[in-house]
């Protein structure tokens, strides 16, 4: 079992040195815990793959400690033609965003599952940034969950599942955000939105000065491999407040959205709890998959959870919701 280390500058300088070792070490960022490795290391990234479960046509994002640091990962023309994105960008770098460009060669092939392009992400999570910043590499890093199920927002998260597979753990206290990052693609014409998360479709649109809807839509081609297929699911099926089957209601738990506001069904449940105080979406995103793990470990026959508009930060979480509701309902 690897323990949970706490982030002293001992501490963050050993899982540097894990990292250029190849070894495999869980870091925190302020969207999820992410399970890192040495992008530049073929053999690294692919425990990673192993220790989750990850079908290798499923790329990784790759972080880096700073944008100035982007030609680790990217391909130097391609910095060059997305610079105009890049600077209207800057505002959410570093930040919960990550970005889809055209990849340089030292990138190891099991990162981007065979694609020319690899997504990057400089994390604002100060425990994050100080371990990059000592590494020469970028630090590919998928959220470390098994495969298919909800991501960390903790380092005990992390030591539930993966604890006897991973290296090193370090803790950087609990996620600030809570649900993975807004990935963009900025690898074609068009900007698109390939993944909702906090830094919003609409705060896109507006850098950008693109009209939303332009980054939303979908082409025919799957843009991001694997992603249709994430669930992010709990064991226990869940299910939408609004379309709640007949269940027994003596065994279903209610994850709502705002202590002020219970939603009338509330008394028929065995147990419950408000996703926020007062139905603020970032507090409800911070406090999602924590709450969804927590539910999934009391036995329960169904999670049910009141759903939220779909605006803003709104979006990526329905996205969630509708990720793991599906493995319940459509399998
Ligand atoms: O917040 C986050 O992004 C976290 C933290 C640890 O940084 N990471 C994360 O990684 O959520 P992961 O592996 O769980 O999700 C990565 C997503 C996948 O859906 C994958 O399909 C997409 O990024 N992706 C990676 N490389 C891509 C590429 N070259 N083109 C399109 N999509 C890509
Ligand atoms: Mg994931």
């Known amino acids: 079992m690897s323990s949970i280390l706490e982030p002293t500058p001992e501490n963050i300088s050993r899982a540097a040195s ?19 490795a040495n992008a ?10 192993q220790i989750k479960g990850r079908p290798s046509n499923n790329p990784l994002i790759v972080h880096l400690s700073s ?4 030609l680790l990962a990217a391909d130097a023309a391609a910095v060059e ?26 990138i190891a092939t099991a990162v981007c599952a065979g694609l020319t392009t690899v997504a990057v ?45 991973v290296d090193l753990i370090i803790d ?12 963009i693609d900025l690898s074609r014409g068009a900007a698109k939105i390939l993944r909702l998360g906090q ?28 992603m249709l297929k994430e669930h992010y699911a709990p064991r226990t099926p869940l299910a939408l407040l609004r379309e709640m089957p007949e269940i027994s209601e003596r065994r279903a738990g209610l994850l709502y959205l705002s202590a002020s506001q219970p939603p009338a069904q509330l008394a028929a449940f065995q147990k419950s709890k408000a996703l926020s105080s007062s139905g603020d ?11 969804m793990r927590e539910f999934d470990s009391l036995g329960l026959d169904f999670i049910v959870v009141e759903e939220c508009e779909s605006a803003g930060i709104g979006r990526a979480i329905l996205d969630r919701l509708m990720r793991a509701r599906a493995k319940s309902v459509t399998e």
């Open 172 to 183: 950087g206290g609990p996620c600030q955000v809570g649900i993975e990052s807004t990935i």
């Open 18 to 36: 894990a990292l250029a070792a190849g070894q495999v070490v869980a870091l925190p960022t302020e969207t999820v815990y992410g399970l890192g």
């Open 67 to 70: 944008l100035d640091n982007i």
């Open 199 to 226: 830094v919003t479709a609409e705060q896109i649109a507006d850098a950008l000065s693109v009209p939303i809807e332009q980054l939303l839509t979908k082409e025919e081609k799957v843009l991001a491999p694997g």
């Open 121 to 165: 992400r400089i994390p604002s999570h100060p425990v994050a940034a100080a371990i990059l910043s000592q590494c020469s590499f970028p630090v590919a890093a998928p959220s470390a969950n098994p495969s298919n199920y909800i991501s960390p927002t903790s380092a005990t998260h992390v030591s539930d599942q993966l604890g006897g597979s």
């Open 81 to 106: 033609k997305a610079a105009r994105f890049l600077d209207q960008l800057a505002r959410f770098i570093p930040g919960p965003l990550s970005f889809v460009i055209e990849r340089n060669q030292k």
């Open 281 to 291: 979406l970032a507090e409800i995103a911070r406090n999602l998959f924590k709450s």
């Open 40 to 49: 530049y290391d073929d053999d690294a990234v692919r425990k990673i793959f």
